[in-house]
Every structure is written in structure tokens, then in C-alpha cells.
């Protein structure tokens, strides 16, 4: 599998507290809003919601997302991809994307490489764009 993330679109760099899978205000979305773009995940259902673990969507039995259910539910969609989806693999990988994505800390090429060895990781190839 392969997404793109376009920078123009892509909030980032900032800190968590206004990160959204997909932002109301200005429309950008974090790493992780444009690869549910790209698995068929609506807008609607990733709107102002702050990561993973709050998407909207069907749950389950317990009404609310656990830490890495939405990565969960993604690759479980590419059943070529060798991952092991333990209790806590895709919590882990959740993590650390929100982590790298929101981090101040980051300059740009590192965010990119860093982003670009943990999707592939999973077999997921990320493209950045202008």
C-alpha cells in the first residue's frame, strides 16, 4: 500500500493539542488522517477527532477506540503486510506515529525520514508532496 501527504494539507510540528486526524478549522490533517484518507476512511468520521484512539466508526462492543484499533483496523485490510497484530503492536505503532508527527522537536527531513521508516516498517509506503 502507498499514500501521499501533501504538505500543504499536513499539520504537523505543532504539539498534540491541535493536532486532528482532520482539522475543522483549516482542513489539515496529521500523518495518520491521510493514510485513513487513503484506506476510505470519511472525513466525517476523522473530523476534529484528536488521534487514532477516538475515531468515530464502529467501535465495537465497548463504544469507545482503544490505543491503535484505527492502525489495527487499517492494515487489517492488507493482509500482505507482515505485522503482529498483538493486543499492543498497533498501540505502540499509533504512538509512535502521533509522537513523531506533533513533535516541536523535529526539523522537516527528520519528521519525513523518521515518518517514511515506520510506515514502511509495516509495509506501507508514504510519498510527501508540495
Known sequence: MQFTVKRSEWYRGQGYTGSRLLREQDRK????????????IGDNEMLDVTNPWGTKGDPGQSGTWHPGL?????????PDID???????????????VVVND???LDGVTREETLTRLFRHIGIEVEFVD
Open 29 to 40: 490533517r496529521c500523518c495518520l488522517g491521510f493514510l485513513g484518507r487513503a484506506c476510505g
Open 83 to 97: 505485522l503482529p497484530l498483538t493486543n499492543t503492536m498497533p498501540d505502540i505503532m499509533a504512538t509512535l506515529f
Open 70 to 78: 484505527f492502525l489495527a483496523d487499517v492494515l487489517r485490510h492488507f
Open 103 to 105: 513533535s516541536p522537536d
